[in-house]
């Protein structure tokens, strides 16, 4: 699975957008671009994935660049319970897989989000 | 369904000493995942099961480790002789994924975890 690329740690104020961004330069053209998000003293959380298209769900909007090189996870409005670590992962799909993928994440050590008040 | 369960959510054991964590996933849930976190880490994979079939092992999990799924329902995970080195958050998580449907990731579902001190 490609390699990502997080920064260690952001800031965003409550009520305001939080743009994380995530680079995977060596992203394969069958692999997917997934977010977690881990609050202090529990399991991560999955927040939204893609492909190559933009994706919007009740918690999140990802923007993946044309050139699948990077992404960017959006928040829309940010609230105290949005601080956590962000993990960006991409990984082969079960589909393209040909039967061999077993779904493990590999995780690296994401993005703090710190929003204040 | 209240989610993925662990326990006990905490343990403090004393070097030398067996552990034992339990796992219990989302009923419907084919795929169960053990993960291990250690403080300032991602989590890293460590064994996964596809119903009661041990499917994919990390070289992370050493002969000391052993994890089971006897009916394909809930999991253990097993540390024999804990070193100081064990001490880490040990994470379960479960899924359900058919052939055909692709990715199963809308279901990949976390436990709040077990978190190990090894002293």
């Known amino acids: 699975d490609a390699k990502t690329t997080q920064p260690p740690s952001m800031d965003c104020a409550e009520g305001r957008a939080a743009n994380l961004p995530c680079n995977h330069s060596?992203?394969?053209?069958?692999?997917?671009v997934y977010w977690y998000r881990q609050i202090h003293s529990q399991g991560p959380q999955y927040i939204i994935h893609?492909?190559?298209n933009n994706e919007t769900n009740e918690m999140a909007s990802l923007i993946i660049t044309e050139d699948r090189k990077s992404s960017t996870l959006i928040l829309p409005h940010a609230t105290l319970r949005d601080t956590a670590v962000y993990y960006c992962?991409?990984?082969?799909?079960?589909?393209?897989?040909?039967?061999?993928?077993?779904?493990?994440?590999?995780f690296g050590q994401g993005t703090i989000l710190t929003v204040h008040p | 369904d209240t989610g993925v369960s662990q326990d006990p959510r905490h343990k403090i054991t004393k070097r030398g000493q067996n552990v034992t964590f339990r796992c219990d996933p989302i009923?419907?849930?084919?795929?169960l995942y053990w993960y291990r976190q250690t403080l300032g880490q991602g989590p890293e994979f460590l064994t996964y099961?596809?119903?009661?079939?041990?499917l994919e092992k990390s070289r992370l999990l050493s002969d000391r480790f052993s994890a089971e799924r006897p009916k394909g329902s809930f999991s253990t995970l097993e540390i024999q002789r804990t070193e100081q080195g064990d001490s880490a958050m040990y994470l379960c998580?479960?899924?359900?994924?058919?052939w055909g449907q692709g990715l199963d990731n809308y279901g990949y579902t976390f436990g709040s975890g077990t978190r190990l001190t090894v002293v």
């Open positions: 009923s419907e849930h084919n795929r």
């Open positions: 998580a479960s899924s359900h994924f058919l």
């Open positions: 893609g492909l190559k």
């Open positions: 099961f596809q119903n009661e079939a041990q």
């Open positions: 060596t992203i394969s053209g069958n692999e997917y």
């Open positions: 992962i991409v990984r082969v799909g079960e589909a393209n897989a040909g039967g061999t993928s077993y779904g493990k994440l590999t």
